[in-house]
């Protein structure tokens, strides 16, 4: 009897209902590749931005130097006084005597571009360092110039017509002889990481750029945190609720959403134009940044003081602790590695942040690192925007190069963030 | 000399919590005491630490405009009667000369305004030292003396303590008032030579202005819709790049992905949003733009180096990440109820998504695109290496655009007058960008809230 009630009539197997059976699925399939294809655009994406990165930035992590025997004569530099030397002729000389049969100002001039035009101060900063050396042959390894340099590294093709190319079918003939006679070598480059930013590609470094953002991060890190802690702990454990707190909480939350450019304009009024504080530091850049960064450290500090079961506040308060003693003793410590974390991940966005840098001046051109927090200098993503602008070939691979730096920076932060959340923090 | 300052407070401090520890330890042997003894020693470090701390804040915050004035005060009549932006570059001049930068010979004025500027400086900075040991000697000995048996340290350390937390508080909300007052107060000085009339309609965007009467450069025009519509062309490409592919991950994620593919790729996606933007501007200038411009040449298009759609669609691909992680939340927040209903009814997947779970999720997905948008018209650095600068009133997207953020950061970049309307009209676009971005996140925000609300 019950076979009746089943409605038993409908035919799954006639050819409308295979074919509705067929499209139904062939849609559910469509959603599917469809979604796989979005995952795979996003993935490709990033690939192919870290890809280009790396093949266009791996050359500026060598670079090509050139060693020559320098005759430190006393002809040019006096013993007594090194400093006034004349390094350039220092220099001439010692081509003059690998290439005898280089003569006529114009060849000299053009031998002498195979080499960085900062020559002469690298020849004076080691007299300098051993005035010793004076009157001796001694071999001085330094850097080719940026063309030398990419011809070296392949960059340039030597098959290309000379009118193409930045080094002539002579200039090529001496370095290639350089080269035979294992002079010209490719070591890692230090320069990139010790070197204050210059003109010349083959002598710009990063060394400023990491200063500063060292400086400001600390500043950044100074105000951000104890200011976002104190916030977080008052709004979670001891605010009372009412229009006052509400209206901070909204707040803070559009805070975290307002254009970090914004921020760069209020720095550029407020801390520059009212305070008069120095323009290009790194305190104004770090006051700048640790505004940016508050709303999300308030924010993570809270989710982690959240996360705390209350009845560990409820024991704590039963046995006599004062809310503070509660809040000191027991909260805090246990919230500690998410409030870390979301400090360290704030500290990473800081670093990557460009544009509030830029409109307080971080951008200037400074030859060397800042020895304090008043002192003008850039920071890594602002030398990366200033190195972009550079027209020179050598610059394209540098800025690559200095993203790198940049990137392995913030992977080395979140992962710091990751192993603390995982080694440190507690599941209820 | 702000660090000395610092590090005197820091040893007064500590000095301070020793005296009122060792002084209450006697209390605490003889019972009957309200507080521990380390109680006296906070109350006493805090007592000596703030108030020096706020004093040397004040002080250097104050300083610099101080001594500018009294320099101003000091000079010859003659001098102080001319306007406000060649007495600024007195200013510059004296300061120069006292740090030992002379470039030209300056005028025995300054040289003797300059060896005035350098005594007081040296004299503010002992003063501060100075004024900070007083203040920290003077506290010590009155926080000494209300140290006592039944004294409630503990209580009045806590207040203190929780005085300094609401303060810490309320800095984001001096921040948010920092930030409308200086929008506010110099866009009011743009639009006293710019009518507002003519910013928000005007057809046509010339800045660039003549700051010296002897430059050539043009009349300058403040029409900023051409800037508005450049914005808005681009943060169109942008969500038209990352809203499906961000809703369409998402969905794969929630619904098809097993665990070992939700594993991979949910960090790479982290990655992508952790990247910071100016390597997105790079990778527009090097690789998408000229990516853009050989397609377009394929097919005989001319497309212009900074294309609205190379900046566009970098911009995103900067985006994706945040849609997706929204559209993901929402469609997590779905109740698992209906969507097991609608499968038992016979659904497909992609019927159950698409009739029920898309729908049930739509308003955290459309506060999640609105909060895409107020990124894509915020967003600076990638339009400013890859984006144009000049303003032009198009929606061709194969055609060099500005934006609101570029406008600001050419005209701000650099040493410029603060008086010229160049740079006053940065801030009056500024004022408009947090005007839109905040209302979009309110908008935003407040859809996300009313839709959580429902299912919870």
């Known amino acids: 009897m019950a076979d009746a009630a089943l409605p038993s009539s409908i035919d799954w197997s006639n050819d409308r209902t295979v074919a509705r059976r067929r499209r139904r699925h062939a849609a559910e399939r469509r959603l599917r590749y469809y979604g796989l294809a979005a995952i795979m655009t996003a993935v490709g994406l990033l690939a192919l931005l870290l890809t280009s990165l790396i093949y266009n930035g791996y050359q500026a992590f060598v670079q090509t130097m050139i060693t020559l025997d320098v005759t430190i004569s006393e002809k040019y530099v006096a013993r007594d006084n090194p400093r006034e030397g004349n390094y350039r002729l220092v220099i001439r000389d010692s081509l003059r005597s690998l290439f005898p049969e280089v003569t006529g100002p114009a060849d000299e001039r053009a031998l002498a571009q195979i080499l960085s035009s900062n020559a002469p101060y690298i020849v004076q900063g080691r007299v300098l360092d051993d005035p010793s050396m004076i009157g001796r042959t001694v071999p001085i390894t330094i850097p080719a110039s940026d063309p030398f340099d990419q011809l070296n590294k392949g960059a340039v093709r030597r098959a290309s017509p000379e009118s193409e190319r930045r080094v002539t079918d002579k200039q090529i003939g001496w370095f290639d002889r350089l080269d035979a006679e294992g002079r010209v070598a490719k070591p890692f480059n230090w320069g990139l990481f010790f070197n204050a930013d210059s003109r010349l590609p083959e002598m710009a470094g990063l060394a400023g750029a990491i200063t500063g953002s060292f400086y400001a991060l600390l500043v950044c890190f100074l105000i951000s945190f104890p200011v976002g802690v104190a916030a977080a702990v008052y709004l979670e454990e001891f605010a009372p609720k009412n229009r006052w707190t509400d209206i901070i909480e909204v707040n803070i939350n559009n805070l975290a959403a307002v254009p970090s450019v914004v921020f760069g304009l209020l720095g550029l009024a407020v801390f520059l134009q009212f305070f008069g504080l120095p323009r290009s530091a790194p305190i104004v850049g770090g006051m700048v940044l640790s505004l940016v960064t508050l709303p999300t450290i308030i924010i993570t500090t809270r989710a982690a003081l959240k996360a705390v079961p209350p009845s560990i506040r409820e024991a704590a308060l039963g046995i006599g602790a004062s809310r503070h003693e509660m809040v000191t003793h027991h909260v805090l410590p246990l919230a500690l590695p998410g409030i870390l974390t979301g400090t360290i991940i704030g500290l990473a966005h800081a670093l990557g942040e460009t544009a509030p840098l830029l409109l307080i001046g971080m951008n200037a051109f400074i030859t060397q690192p800042a020895g304090g927090i008043f002192e003008a200098s850039t920071a890594l993503p602002t030398q990366v925007y200033i190195w972009a602008d550079s027209p020179e070939r050598g610059f394209v691979s540098r800025t690559s190069a200095a993203i790198l730096v940049l990137l392995m920076f913030l992977i080395t932060m979140n992962a710091i963030a990751i192993y603390l959340r995982q080694r440190l923090e507690r599941t209820w | ?456």
């Not at chain 2, 009549?77 to 200013?91: F, N, T």
């Not at chain 2, 740090?99 to 300056?106: C, N, Y």
């Not at chain 2, 040449?297 to 900074?306: C, D, E, K, Q, V």
């Not at chain 2, 050419?410 to 005007?435: M, R, Y």
């Open chain 2, 1 to 456: 000399m702000f660090g000395y300052a610092i590090l005197l407070i820091l040893f007064m401090s500590m000095a301070a919590y020793f005296v009122g520890r060792v002084s209450a330890a006697p209390f605490a042997a003889a019972g009957g005491s309200h507080s521990r003894p380390i109680y006296h020693g906070a109350f006493a470090a805090i007592w000596v630490g703030v108030p020096a701390f706020i004093l040397v804040l004040a002080w250097v915050a104050l300083q610099g405009p101080l001594i500018d004035r009294l320099l101003v005060l000091s000079l010859p009549a003659e001098m102080r009667s001319v306007s406000a932006a060649q007495l600024s570059l007195y200013l510059a001049e004296i300061k120069n000369v006292a740090a030992g930068m002379i470039f030209a010979e300056p005028t025995p004025a300054i040289r003797e305004a300059a060896v005035t500027y350098e005594r007081w400086e040296w004299l503010a900075r002992w003063a501060m030292l100075a004024a900070v040991a007083a203040i920290t000697v003077v506290a010590l000995f009155l926080t000494r003396s209300r140290l006592a048996p039944r004294f409630r340290a503990r209580n009045s350390f806590e207040q203190v303590v929780t005085w300094i937390m609401i303060f810490c508080s309320v800095v984001a909300v001096l921040t948010t008032l920092g930030i409308v007052a200086s929008l506010v107060f110099e866009a009011a000085r743009f639009f006293a030579r710019v009518p507002v009339t003519e910013f928000l309609f005007g057809l046509n965007w010339e800045p660039q202005i003549a700051i010296r009467a002897d430059q050539v450069a043009g009349a300058g025009a403040f029409g900023a819709v051409p800037v508005f519509t450049g914005t808005l062309l681009i943060a169109t490409i942008a969500m038209f790049v990352a809203t499906p592919i961000g809703i369409l991950t998402a969905i794969y994620l929630v619904e098809y992905a097993d665990d070992r593919v939700r594993v991979v790729v949910k960090p790479l996606l982290e990655i992508l949003a952790g990247i910071p933007t100016v390597v997105y501007g790079f990778f527009a200038v090097l690789v998408v733009a000229p990516a853009v411009r050989e397609a377009g040449s394929l097919f005989g298009i001319a497309i212009s180096p900074n294309s609205a759609l190379a900046a566009g669609g970098v911009m995103g691909i900067m985006i994706i990440p945040f849609i997706s992680s929204l559209s993901d939340d929402a469609l997590k927040a779905v109740p698992r109820s209906m969507r097991d209903g609608s499968l038992a009814m016979g659904a497909t997947v992609s019927e159950t998504m698409t009739r029920v779970m898309l729908p049930a999720a739509l308003p955290g997905i459309m506060g999640g695109i609105l909060l895409g948008v107020s990124r894509a018209i915020g967003e600076t650095m990638i339009v400013v290496m890859a984006a144009g600068l000049i303003a032009t009133l198009t929606i061709n997207p194969l055609d060099g655009v500005t934006t609101v953020t570029v406008q600001i950061v050419t005209l701000l970049i650099g040493d410029s007058e603060f008086d010229s309307p160049k740079t006053l009209a940065a801030f009056a676009l500024g004022l408009v960008l947090f005007i839109v971005t905040l209302c979009l996140n309110v908008l935003a925000l407040s859809i996300v809230r009313k839709y959580r609300e429902r299912y919870d």
